[in-house]
């Protein structure tokens, strides 16, 4: 019963998630948004969405372990497990906004992350404005001085809806997003006490890895599509938003306080770990790319995560 609960909920974030994607993007047109300011700005948080609402809804309802859980288990999955598997189906060409700033941008938000829960373990209001701010800073330097290093994420056949179609999938994807997280932690929360697991074990892994589902669903889709593969800049964007957008705008509603220690220990740990990890295997041995060989690499140390873990 937990087990199609928590199936239940990811089948309706991810709905909700498209749903809310489809009709953000179509409003955007309609506003004549340049394409550039809808990739970086309304796809980002519409994709972002189910992490966003699977955490506040955890956090307002007394499960602070799932919200955080959740957003650092689904960075780990979006460098070890989405990007493992892409890069078995091919190489990948690295972009130089790589170093420049999506790498360097993400270990500072993991960084301020730790140094936030290093000292009280808990993130306060003020840390939540902190870090929401420094995504606004971010996203206004992307805008004005490397709109060449954003890659398009819009499909190609992105379409003008009419506004009685907009406002319905906005309502859609909101009920989607919502009904699939109460759902999901429902279940999940439920089969932490019938295994005996802490709600922390469940979400870095169970609740991670679905709402990491629409990254790799894109991924495989794409590969399928022989279209170009999810770049790593836009795992390692989505990896930023998790934590100064969706921790960010959650704790600045609720306090997100750390019950299980080990996710200061051993899960944000080995986030900090796989994110540095991806440095050695983009430049060497050959600059700029990685293979097949580096998506091996990267699924093992996801399988080691997830072996210390359980």
């Keep these: 019963m937990n087990f199609l609960l928590i199936l239940g909920g990811l089948v309706l974030l991810i709905l909700g998630g498209n749903w809310l994607l489809k009709s953000a993007v179509a409003l955007s047109l309609q506003l004549n948004v340049p394409k550039i300011v809808i990739g970086m700005t309304v796809v980002s948080f519409a994709t972002s969405a189910p992490e966003l609402i699977v955490s506040l809804n955890a956090a307002l309802n007394g499960s602070p372990d799932l919200a955080l859980g959740n957003v650092i288990g689904s960075n780990i999955a979006n460098l070890g497990l989405v990007l493992g598997?892409?890069?078995?189906?091919?190489?990948?060409?690295?972009?130089?906004?790589?170093?420049?700033?999506?790498?360097?941008?993400?270990?500072?938000?993991?960084?301020?992350?730790?140094?936030?829960?290093?000292?009280?373990?808990v993130i306060v209001q003020y840390e939540g404005i902190i870090l929401f701010s420094s995504l606004v800073l971010f996203l206004i330097y992307?805008?004005?001085?490397?709109?060449?290093?954003?890659?398009?994420?819009?499909?190609?056949?992105?379409?003008?809806?009419?506004?009685?179609?907009?406002?319905?999938?906005?309502?859609?994807?909101?009920?989607?997003?919502?009904?699939?997280?109460?759902?999901?932690?429902?279940?999940?929360?439920?089969?932490a006490q019938e295994f005996g697991v802490s709600e922390r074990i469940i979400a870095v892994t169970v609740v991670s890895v679905g709402t990491s589902i629409p990254e790799l669903a894109?991924?495989?889709?794409?590969?399928?599509?022989?279209?170009k593969a999810i770049s790593l800049g836009n795992l390692i964007g989505s990896n930023v938003f998790n934590i100064l957008a969706v921790l960010g705008i959650t704790s600045m509603i609720t306090?997100?306080?750390?019950?299980?220690?080990?996710?200061?220990?051993?899960?944000?740990?080995?986030?900090?770990?796989?994110?540095?990890?991806?440095?050695?295997?983009?430049?060497?041995?050959?600059?700029?790319?990685?293979?097949?060989k580096d998506g091996i690499?990267?699924?093992?140390?996801?399988?080691?995560?997830?072996?210390?873990?359980?």
């Design 218 to 227: 894109a991924s495989i889709i794409a590969i399928i599509k022989k279209e």
């Design 255 to 292: 306090p997100i306080a750390l019950a299980d220690q080990r996710l200061l220990s051993n899960d944000i740990l080995w986030m900090l770990a796989i994110s540095f990890l991806i440095v050695p295997l983009v430049f060497i041995p050959r600059g700029y790319r990685l293979n097949w």
């Design 297 to 310: 690499v990267l699924l093992l140390v996801y399988a080691a995560f997830i072996y210390t873990t359980i």
């Design 85 to 121: 598997i892409t890069l078995l189906f091919g190489g990948m060409e690295v972009q130089k906004s790589f170093y420049q700033t999506d790498w360097p941008v993400m270990m500072i938000a993991s960084i301020l992350l730790y140094i936030f829960l290093m000292g009280d373990a």
């Design 142 to 191: 992307l805008l004005r001085f490397q709109k060449t290093a954003i890659i398009d994420e819009l499909p190609e056949d992105d379409e003008v809806l009419p506004l009685y179609k907009i406002v319905l999938f906005f309502v859609l994807g909101g009920i989607g997003l919502w009904g699939g997280s109460e759902l999901l932690i429902q279940g999940a929360t439920s089969m």
